[in-house]
T-cell receptor
Framework: DAGITQSPRYKITETGRQVTLMCHQT?????MFWYRQDLGHGLRLIYY???????DKGEVPDGYVVSRSKTENFPLTLESATRSQTSVYFC???????????FGPGTRLLVL | QQQVKQSPQSLIVQKGGISIINCAYE??????FPWYQQFPGKGPALLIA?????SEKKEGRFTISFNKSAKQFSLHIMDSQPGDSATYFC????????????FGSGTQLTVLP
């Protein structure tokens, strides 16, 4: 019972590099979400997906790209990392018939 | 902008005491209000949730009080325990919006033994 997993759990990168954070869920949930967590801001939605090949912007999408070719995977790419993208990133998923979102363990990203 | 405002930012309570965290929202179209609990190094997990058609929901030691007219809701933790020490987030969502969650800024709760 893997649930929802994220990789890597920790990542250090440099400004300007491309970074991809992976998210995988085993429940076949239709909805998937990416949030970033910063002190004083709670969790803010970056992108979400209602199904494979359907994605939409959240509150803070600038500098991020997502794709969803398979239901179970929802990678988040930082095309050219900036220091302001240093954060903890959480992936979440939700069954289409329920309200509860289930969160992964997070990826802590440091951009130097 | 849809916002959920949460207070206090941090809270210290003695074991056995009552912890109270408050949230206020602006968008009257919100129709689902969950609270999430997060331990260090972990992802948030649903604790309890309420809909605006009820004024209170209780699950064990955790109670949500909801005041629709004031656009406020709160989490009460009765008989607080050191194991309750965590960060708590209130949130709100709209029907038909992929149920995107708009989160409050979080409250770090410390329960002293």
């Amino acid at each position: 019972d893997a649930g929802i997993t994220q990789s890597p759990r920790y990542k250090i990168t440099e400004t300007g590099r491309q970074v991809t954070l992976m998210c995988h869920q085993t429940w076949s949930h239709s909805y998937m979400f990416w949030y970033r967590q910063d002190l004083g801001h709670g969790l803010r939605l970056i992108y979400y997906s209602a199904a494979a090949d359907i994605t939409d912007k959240g509150e803070v999408p600038d500098g991020y790209v997502v794709s969803r070719s398979k239901t179970e995977n929802f990678p988040l790419t930082l095309e050219s990392a900036t220091r302001s993208q240093t954060s903890v990133y959480f992936c979440a998923s939700r069954d289409g018939n329920q309200e509860t979102q289930y969160f992964g363990p997070g990826t802590r990203l440091l951009v130097l | 902008q849809q916002q959920v405002k949460q207070s206090p930012q941090s809270l210290i309570v003695q074991k056995g005491g009552i912890s109270i965290i408050n949230c206020a929202y602006e968008n009257t179209a919100f129709d689902y209000f969950p609270w999430y609990q997060q331990f260090p190094g972990k992802g948030p997990a649903l604790l309890i949730a309420i809909r605006p058609d009820v004024s209170e929901k209780k699950e064990g030691r955790f109670t949500i009080s909801f005041n629709k007219s004031a656009k406020q809701f709160s989490l009460h933790i009765m008989d607080s325990q050191p194991g309750d020490s965590a960060t708590y987030f209130c949130a709100a969502s709209l029907k038909g919006s992929a149920r995107q969650l708009t989160f409050g800024s979080g409250t770090q709760l410390t329960v002293l033994p």
